[in-house]
Nanobody
């Protein structure tokens, strides 16, 4: 099994910055893609950004130019640097990882517990 633990959420004024971290632990043979989704109250969960094991990235149009996803493969950790935060970025942010626990097996998607990000005066 693989566990994902997020940190770094909180309250920030509009225009401010936050950095989220998500560390994977447990029985890990390899991790392929990692990423972040978010869910605002009354809205569906949406992709924020994802990153492959080789560093290719993908972003939602709403965060391009403001958010940066990165990862440290040696630490099994993915980061989300969020700059110029807007009130509409307020949501619970969930990290995810496509991980394989044993050499013989398949990738499975795991999710973190979520961390609240609030951009408000």
């Amino acid at each position: 099994q693989v566990q994902l633990v997020e940190s770094g959420g909180g309250l920030v004024q509009p225009g401010g910055s936050l950095r989220l971290s998500c560390a994977a632990s447990g029985t890990i043979f390899r991790i392929a893609g990692m990423g972040w989704d978010r869910q605002a109250p009354g809205k569906e969960r949406e992709l924020v950004a994802d990153i492959t094991s080789t560093g290719s990235t993908n972003y939602a149009d709403s965060v391009k130019g403001r958010f940066t996803i990165s990862r440290d493969n040696a630490k099994n950790t993915v980061y989300l640097q969020m700059n110029s935060l807007k009130p509409e970025d307020t949501a619970v942010y969930y990290c995810n990882a496509d991980a394989q626990s044993y050499p013989v097996g398949t990738l499975r998607r795991y999710w973190g517990q979520g961390t609240q990000v609030t951009a408000s005066l």
